[in-house]
């Protein structure tokens, strides 16, 4: 069984993101930029299933600019086979990364496709979704547990109301929560060894996919921004500020 | 111009984030359908259709909508969207689930998480956990939307006398099943709808700890209890709890973030609380930077102070 990990290069975790002063969009330059943890989480259980002796090969795919060569390494350090990577101007919106995902999955004959929910950058929680449905798969997005049984994959959901347990046909897309699992460190070895590791290159219209945009970003704005309020000394004081100032206790 | 809501329920009861999903449609001044697929569900129609801007209400009942998979309920909203303009859902995980599917069969984008409706094309959502807000005009036929509840004041859940059609039910899918449920029922009040919220972090120790130091303060104060990620992975409260980028939303009138950092994927879940407390014994977590009212200190202390003195 192959299984796919699209992967995304996004702004790191840890860094909060500035708006361009002219608000047309916000301002990634010179920002540190990362593989998007879920998908991180989405290679770890890919590696997992392979060396479960599960999966026969992981094969690491991103659809960006060539920036996102990056994540492809980190993705290949972290132990996939190899990685194509499908050169974009832009990012893409998710409908045309679905697109691009189905068509190289139609190609490579994946069985089982493993993503991050949700890219930290634009917060969509789309794409995984948005493939199963291209390709008439089954889906179980938001996992926590995932285990292989014969032509079924039993997935463990976080849902709004606690857990709920899907049984889903394969082949499928599941996409990760952060609870799946605690992805490993890249070593210094699998570092230089990723280096060597295939990763092919192709254009949208090698691919034949439309990727235009159906999304305009009219402009970005500056949230309301809570300010500090006040220190206090002690539990009387707040029980004070809670009943005659904020009244709501 | 038509919108469809798609109404999230158990079979029995209409759940309330339907009620601000309907608020958010009712910006697009334009009838609203509301669809409940589900099976054996009398009790979710009755709620339905007294729903006060609902003009129709469309009920697709059978077996194989019982657990709301994706795959059989995108089949179902597929065959019916072509005469909607627009069609939304709360972004649960209900909503986020199944829309992008419907979407993609239609070969149309989908807007998450909206949190405005600027005009029939333009609306306003959150990137970036929350650190920016983008304002994004869409140039589909249909416009799938998933709507941040917290954002929209619930319409009414009664004075509306909407007609009832039923639906013919599209062929099971067969691709999915759902075998199990671990759903947590607790008396408290529910984490997205409640007016106080009593959140713990890492800060607490233990599963223990989180319980005997935060539910007598929940019980004071009839609060929800709710959860940083970083007590979740440790095992001291259920997943459901968790509050943040990628858990819930959460906007209630006064918030405690007890022994929480501030991490900005946990701001992204409550900043637009009405009060936000902080208990927290280090006085630079960044979580004072944006509380109304901190207090520096032991948490041990002061939570059982702070119960016996209210
Ligand atoms: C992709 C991604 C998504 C994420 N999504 C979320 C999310 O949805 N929600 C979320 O919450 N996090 C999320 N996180 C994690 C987030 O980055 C933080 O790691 C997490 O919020 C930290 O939780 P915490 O504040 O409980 O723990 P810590 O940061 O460890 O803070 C514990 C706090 O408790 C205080 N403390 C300790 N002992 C005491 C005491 N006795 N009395 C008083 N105070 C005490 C400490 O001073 C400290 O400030 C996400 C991270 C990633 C990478």
Redesign the interface.
């Known amino acids: 069984m192959k299984i796919l990990v699209p992967v995304k290069r996004v702004?790191d975790?840890?860094i909060?993101?500035c708006?361009k002063k002219d608000g047309s969009d916000?301002d990634l330059n010179n920002t540190k930029m990362s593989i998007n943890p879920f998908d991180e989480i989405a290679i770890e259980e890919a590696m997992r299933l392979k060396e479960a002796g599960i999966a026969t090969e992981v094969i690491a795919m991103s659809c960006g600019t060539l920036a996102s060569t990056d994540v492809l390494r980190t993705a290949l350090a972290l132990g996939a086979d190899r990685s194509i990577l499908v050169e974009l101007e832009h990012n893409p919106?998710?409908?045309a990364v679905?697109k691009l995902i189905k068509v190289v999955c139609d190609k490579e004959q994946a069985t089982l496709i493993i993503c991050g929910?949700?890219a930290?950058?634009?917060?969509?929680?789309?794409?995984g979704?948005?493939?199963?449905?291209?390709l008439g798969?089954?889906?179980?997005?938001?996992a926590?547990e995932v285990k292989i049984d014969g032509d079924s994959a039993?997935v463990t959901?976080?849902?709004?109301?606690?857990?709920?347990?899907?049984?889903?046909?394969l082949p499928a897309v599941i996409t990760t929560?952060?609870?799946l699992n605690e992805p490993r460190y890249a070593t210094l070895p699998n570092i230089m060894k990723a280096k060597r590791k295939p990763l092919d290159t192709f254009s949208a219209a090698d691919l034949g996919v439309d990727v235009s945009p159906?999304?305009?970003?009219?402009?970005?704005?500056?949230?309301t921004k809570?300010?500090?309020?006040?220190?206090?000394e002690?539990?009387?004081a707040?029980?004070g500020?809670?009943k005659t100032e904020?009244k709501?206790? | 111009m038509t919108v469809l809501v798609i109404a999230e329920h158990d079979n029995k009861v209409l759940k309330s984030s339907t009620l601000n999903c309907l608020a958010a449609a009712g910006e697009l001044n334009a009838e609203i359908h509301l669809l409940v697929a589900g099976h054996q569900v009398s009790s979710v129609i009755e709620a339905a259709k007294i729903v006060s801007n609902v003009a129709k209400v469309l009920v697709a009942d059978a077996e194989q909508y019982v657990f709301h998979t994706a795959e059989n309920i995108a089949e179902l909203v597929t065959s019916i969207a072509s005469t909607y303009s627009h069609i939304l859902v709360s972004a649960t995980t209900f909503g986020k689930n199944m829309l992008p599917r419907v979407a993609a069969l239609l070969d149309m984008s989908q807007i998450s998480e909206i949190v405005s409706v600027e005009s029939e094309d333009t609306f306003i959502r959150p990137i970036y956990a929350g650190n920016a807000l983008a304002m994004i005009q869409s140039s589909d036929a249909i416009k799938f939307i998933t709507v941040r509840a917290t954002a929209f004041d619930a319409v009414l859940d009664s004075g509306g006398n909407a007609e009832v059609e039923m639906l013919s039910a599209t062929a099971d899918t067969l691709l999915s099943e759902v075998i199990g449920r671990e759903i947590s029922a607790g008396d408290r009040p529910e984490l997205t709808a409640a007016a106080v919220i009593v959140s713990g972090g890492r800060g607490l120790g233990s599963e223990k700890k989180y319980y005997q130091l935060l539910e007598p303060l929940a019980d004071k104060l009839s609060a929800a209890l709710g959860a940083s990620r970083a007590a979740v992975d440790a095992g001291f409260a259920p997943n459901d709890y968790q509050v943040g980028q990628t858990g819930k939303i959460v906007a209630p009138d006064l918030y405690f973030a007890i022994g929480i950092s501030g991490a900005i994927q946990h701001l992204a879940g409550m900043q637009s609380s009405k009060v936000i407390v902080a208990i927290n014994k280090d006085e630079d977590a960044p979580i004072f930077q944006m509380a109304d009212y901190g207090l520096v200190g032991d948490l041990f202390d002061i939570v059982p102070e702070l119960v016996a003195k209210l």
């Open positions: 702004i975790y840890n909060k993101v708006i916000v919106e998710p409908l679905a929910k949700q930290i950058d634009d917060d969509s929680n789309q794409t979704q948005m493939v199963a449905a291209l798969w089954s889906q179980a997005t938001f926590s039993l959901r976080e849902v709004d109301g606690g857990l709920e347990t899907l049984k889903v046909l929560d952060l609870r159906r999304l305009t970003l009219l402009k970005v704005l500056e949230p809570r300010t500090a309020g006040v220190m206090l002690n539990v009387d707040l029980i500020k809670l904020a709501v206790i």
